[in-house]
């Protein structure tokens, strides 16, 4: 176990806890291409010599890390290129600046520096020049053979030495994975309809009828509109509404049993148009600043095509018969499995390969994000190389992991190389829970690898609070989930306030899932104001895009949550306040975080209410205000400490 | 960076964060043989199969991990080999248990099993019998065959499969590295004395002084006896009194400066003794309980035989002079710095095994415990070798680290080898400095590594505190040192409450580092009761034992530090009371903490008073308490819930 003494030679400087890193270094930390990335490491020598430190980026280039305190040095770095990159940590004792910091010290004792001057000639002797810095070099080495004090102390000499002086007992950290993306990856919003229900009353929607709902969409200032699958349904065992398991005569059924004689997972449904048309929507929707996510449900109905053509990428039981999906003693007939390994563990590369095809063919025809449907059912290590392998040729994807499961399910899934995550904000409502899971998405590890997607709702969640809050819940719902994350969504009708539930249940009455639904988009209840306000100002705000600069603040009563997005960088600060109660209304003192700006509790700032546009100044750190769940359910204000305006 | 498929099949089941590991298995964690340890890991799979786990330590044994909850999964091993060990974790679908586990849910809900007996059938028939449960399996195909749903489904079975059972998609987790040490490593009392100072006053302390002293430190409970360096000190610019730079006529010098003509760092200064007087000594020594601790300090006196037998060992200066030990301007003029690395930044071997056999002369010579001075002023990857090295040889070695530096320094030295590390106990006095200090060792990573070692003071450190605390001050603070931590350690003369510092300094007046001390250890202000009562209580309590079982409780009232150490396994609860202020009484309410036994607020504990013996019962969770600086400064309660007596 004894390392060898070699080894041992080049660990006399330490480096250790390099950030952002993953499991050490398994997995990669993702970062946003154009975002400064704090790059950070513990870095320090036996003794007291003097130590520099480089971050080294995957293209040779190095930044200089500097010392905070307490051994924590740091670099900011940004990443342009999308896709893989990595980092490493250097440092070294560095000979020249030990020998200036000392000999300039005992100068200022009035001690003797004769053998220092020599020390440095020792130093310098083995260095050759750069190209570039010959000269400087050569007069260095004059300089230093003459005596000159002036020159050798000089602070254009410790520039010249910093860089190019020699480099004792130069370490090198491991390698970390660094996963470039684009901007969208970490900040989105996302709006989630069924195509088929935007026909008019009693008609299948098609493609067409999507294209001319899409200013509405677009108004919202949402940027992803995001469909559930758009393929042939099954037949065979097709669900009726409600989910109940026989079908009548003119179920539509629903859109997860994918596949029939009319095609699969690379087809669409024949209702809903054609590639042409598909293509044109797509053309559309980029023409309104929206990308389209599709959904990838690797649930395949009986009637999917790849059953004959490919028997062995199923289950089968000892009897012959197809294995359907089940949860003893539960069975789900409208759907069967892949079958991901086959004996003796090996994987089943054809069909992992056709599954990494779809997302290709997709991919071509202008889809560049994907909501996978429960990828935690699937195997880990295949979606690992998936994504890897889709990424490799379009780096612009963005992989929306739909795993309401266990937590470290949900983070591993995001470790391997999902962009996003749903969450658990639809059950997360107090302000105790709110405070608790934010401050672990935003402070704790995974900040570095997983990317939440606060949906307020979708077709699979009606939330217990909205069933019974009324219109004050849907408009601090989805206030809290657009300001709390940088990626929110929003499942149609939840605008219009929509929470008829099953009884009892957490699900919608009469889904979408297995009916068309016809909605009045413009009807008095719609809370699309607070919808596009929120986006707005997502939009305009510096300090919206990266969530990680949450900080909850005091507000000084159970039902009224107080955070902050803060930017200093562009100076541009924003509170918030939101009433969680949506029956009651609550009256309460707040602090303004003075201490944020390096105020004093009695300094002032400007403010601006984003909501009313007025401007006026807040004297002193305590504060009452009052919101109310019709009135006023949330305050957002822009605050501007002085010394300059954001 | 894309794995290739075939690394991606056998991680299916994921295994992370193997606990206990070091920096990711890049250091060893340390546990003491006979010490049951607590290894976890995050353990999952994708879908809804059974899965098991086992960690295999580095003898191939298997030891079963169970799930807790929320993936976590532990298992209790225990090692009783000292030195290096390994651990690994593997974790598997367990086919069977899967099966078993749904098909006795279907036959509860009344469906067909007759598939399921057909797979069950398809999941034996590859099955091989090891020798000695060949007859059970060839039964169980037997009765799968028939169909025989009682012995199928049986506990029998179940067990046997589990052990014997397929294991599907097997995965590995890297190897980490532990550290089998002996109790003392872990847990023991220091009394550090000048044996020079043992003489009658006015001359000259020997080996034969101290043996006639072990009664006295063999009385107070201690099992190690630490000297400073007990070597031949130099002459050349040796300290006088009070670290004045010149010494006078008939100066004894630092024990620190080691080396003259009369030997080095493997000599015995000759007014101490001799070898068979040193032999004589740690005999004695062991016939008392008390094992020997040696200090080594890597300080060369210029008069060290080394320099002049191996001048490549040390530093030289351009002028051919060599170079003193410094913190510019100031120059430390008794001591040589060792050269750690030749040019090229090459390991100076040939010192380095000079001194790692220093160590091994040491050992071979009954010392076995090594108090190592100033650790952080030589390189991390020197100790890292020798220390391997030498322990490869005598595991039984236990190595202090002396390094009162920066806090992520410290623990690279615990990471590295060390088994104990000096802390900064003695600055830290306050209830919150306390609380947060003890926190961070008992809770946080570095449990795991570093193993605090609560020395009360030193003769390098006269604790602020101590200066001014009078008596009582003397006797929390040794109370709190023992109680709060596995090993601790008192320099001798604190028993004697001294604490006269050179005025405005942390240091004492006439330290014994330069001169004789003589001391009446039966005057009346000894706090030498409280040392015995302290230690009688750590070797009596298993409690007391392992110091990461430490836990804060409520008592409210700032000056008062309340805290248990609570052992289940043995029913072994004590609790703790402690008066940091050594000046004014405190009253206060505390709370029993009923909820560590599941007891209501109301319940009842019986309690023994250790100081005074006295017996009797608390009821109901909330009690007051008077703590008085002369009186009773600390209390100690055992503590018996209903339920069995420890």
New interface residues.
């Given amino acids: ?3 060898t ?1 070699d080894e ?5 400087v ?1 480096i ?1 806890n390099v950030e952002p890193s993953v ?2 270094g398994r997995f990669a930390a993702k970062v946003v291409a154009g975002w400064p990335v704090t790059i950070s490491a ?1 870095i ?1 020598c ?3 010599e003097v130590i520099a430190a480089a971050v080294v980026t995957g293209d040779g280039a190095e930044h200089r890390l500097r010392h905070i305190a ?2 924590l040095w740091e670099a900011e770095v940004q990443f342009d290129r999308l896709g ?1 990159d990595d980092i490493s940590v250097v440092a070294w004792r560095d000979a020249f600046g030990t020998w200036r ?3 300039l ?2 100068i ?2 009035g ?1 003797d520096v004769t ?1 220092e001057v ?2 440095l ?2 130093l310098l002797a083995p260095m050759k020049a750069r190209r570039e810095e010959g000269t400087t070099l050569k007069a260095l080495k004059t300089a230093a053979k003459r005596g000159d004090m002036d020159a050798i102390l000089s602070d254009e000499t410790a520039a010249y030495m910093s860089r190019n002086g020699p480099r ?3 370490s090198r950290s491991e390698t970390f ?1 660094i996963y470039v993306t684009r901007e969208r990856s970490a900040f989105s919003a996302w709006y989630e309809l069924f195509p088929r229900s935007l026909g008019p009353e009693g008609r299948h929607g098609t493609f067409r009828d999507v294209i001319d709902h899409l200013p509405y969409v677009a108004d919202m200032g949402f940027d992803v509109l995001y469909f559930p699958p758009i393929h042939p349904i099954g037949r065979t065992n097709r669900k009726g509404r409600n989910n109940s398991l026989k079908a009548e005569p003119g179920d539509i059924g629903s859109p997860y049993a994918i596949g029939s004689d009319e095609g699969g997972m690379d087809a669409l449904h024949p209702e809903l148009g054609d590639f042409e048309d598909f293509a044109a929507l797509v053309a559309a929707a980029q023409a309104h600043g929206l990308e389209i996510a599709m959904d990838i449900a690797l649930n395949a109905s009986p009637d999917h095509p790849w059953i004959t053509e490919h028997p062995d990428w199923f289950e089968r ?3 012959g ?1 197809i294995k359907y999906a ?4 539960k069975k789900y007939e409208d759907i069967v499995n892949f079958r991901y ?1 086959l004996e003796g ?3 089943n ?1 054809p069909l ?1 390969r056709a599954i990494r095809d779809l997302f290709l063919f997709w991919a071509e025809r202008g889809v560049l994000v994907f909501r996978v449907d429960n990828p ?7 979606w ?2 998936l994504i ?2 889709v990424q ?1 040729q379009h780096p612009e994807t963005i992989f929306l992991s739909e795993a309401f499961t ?4 949900m983070k ?1 899934l995001a470790k391997i190389g999902f962009d996003q995550s749903y969450t658990y904000y639809t059950w997360r409502n107090t302000k105790e829970e709110l405070t608790a899971y934010l401050t672990e998405l935003t402070t704790e590890g995974c900040r570095d690898y997983m990317r939440p997607n606060f949906f307020t709702n979708t077709p699979d969640i009606n939330p217990i609070f909205n069933q019974t809050s009324g219109r004050p819940g849907f408009r601090t719902r989805v206030v809290m989930a657009a300001s709390l994350c940088g990626n929110w969504g929003m499942y149609s009708g939840f605008e219009l306030c929509e929470g008829e539930p099953l009884p009892g249940r957490e699900e919608y009455r009469d889904s979408e899932k297995y009916e068309l639904k016809h909605r009045d988009f413009d009807a008095e209840i719609s809370i699309r104001d607070d919808v596009r306000l929120i986006n707005r100002i997502r939009r305009e705000e510096p300090a919206m895009k990266d969530f990680r600069n949450l900080k909850f603040f005091p507000a000084f009563h159970d039902e009224v949550l107080c955070y902050g997005r803060f930017d200093p960088a562009s100076r541009n600060y924003l509170l918030f306040h939101v009433l969680i109660d949506p029956h009651r209304p609550a009256e309460f003192e707040f602090e303004v975080p003075l201490w944020e700006f390096g105020l004093p509790d009695d300094a002032s700032v400007e403010v601006q209410d984003m909501l009313h546009g007025n401007s006026f100044t807040w004297h002193g750190k305590a504060h009452r205000l009052e919101l109310d769940p019709v009135e006023r359910p949330y305050a957002i204000w822009k605050l501007t400490p002085p010394g300059g305006v954001s």
């Fill in positions: 176990m004894t390392d003494l041992l030679a080049d660990r006399r330490v250790e499991n050490g513990d320090f036996d003794g007291h307490n051994d893989r910091r000392d000999t010290k005992k200022g004792a001690q053998v020599q020390e000639n020792q004792q007992n130069l994975p039981r000892p009897d018969t089940e949860n003893p003693p390994y563990d090996a994987p590369l992992w935690h059912t699937k195997p880990f290590p295949f690992e190389w890897a392998d490799a266990r937590p470290k399910v591993r």
